[in-house]
């Protein structure tokens, strides 16, 4: 595992550009965790940009990011999609986040459009905890609710 510094701090300060769209997905990733609105909204694209992000009050906490799998995205393409799944703890719920993102280059820059968001489904009780612990969701994360 990089450490921040190695991995996601250059493209947050700008000082060079995520050559894939796994490296911006990860980056937005950690952009979010640190609530770096600018960062989002600069590799967000134009067409599908909101117009601010506010986390003012927002009290979500991210945990973990698991890449699913990517589709194109490489340095020498022009488009491509990275599925994902992001636990957030919020309100004291652990959640999860499954997206399908889709990824856009222009003029050498990456930038994320937009994505479809699978449905939130709580795991059962004695299914394995969304968190990665090995223990069974009841004796987990269910315990915080």
Same mark, same amino acid.
């Given at each position: 595992?990089?450490?921040?510094?190695?991995?996601?701090?250059?493209?947050?300060?700008?000082?060079?550009?995520?050559?894939?769209?796994?490296?911006?997905?990860?980056?937005?990733?950690?952009?979010?965790? !640190?609530?770096?609105?600018?960062?989002? +909204? #600069?590799?967000? %694209?134009?067409?599908? $940009?909101?117009? =601010?992000?506010?986390?003012?009050?927002?009290?979500?906490?991210?945990?973990?990011?698991?890449?699913?799998?990517?589709?194109?995205?490489?340095?020498?393409?022009?488009?491509?999609?990275?599925?994902?799944?992001? !636990?957030?703890?919020?309100?004291?719920? +652990? #959640?999860?986040? %499954?997206?399908?993102? $889709?990824?856009? =280059?222009?003029?050498?820059?990456?930038?994320?459009?937009?994505?479809?968001?699978?449905?939130?489904?709580?795991?059962?009780?004695?299914?394995?905890?969304?968190?990665?612990?090995?223990?069974?969701?009841?004796?987990?994360?269910?315990?915080?609710?």
């Amino acid at each position: 595992m990089k450490l921040m510094d190695e991995c996601c701090l250059p493209f947050l300060s700008g000082i060079i550009q995520p050559e894939t769209t796994l490296s911006l997905m990860r980056s937005r990733y950690t952009a979010y965790c !640190l609530k770096d609105g600018q960062y989002l +909204l #600069r590799t967000w %694209h134009v067409r599908t $940009r909101p117009g =601010k992000l506010d986390f003012q009050g927002d009290d979500t906490e991210w945990v973990k990011l698991d890449i699913v799998g990517q589709d194109l995205g490489e340095n020498s393409d022009t488009e491509g999609k990275v599925e994902f799944v992001a !636990l957030y703890r919020q309100g004291g719920c +652990l #959640r999860r986040l %499954h997206e399908n993102s $889709r990824f856009v =280059k222009e003029e050498g820059e990456w930038f994320y459009v937009d994505g479809d968001i699978k449905p939130d489904i709580k795991p059962g009780r004695n299914d394995p905890c969304w968190c990665g612990s090995g223990k069974k969701y009841k004796k987990c994360c269910a315990v915080e609710i």
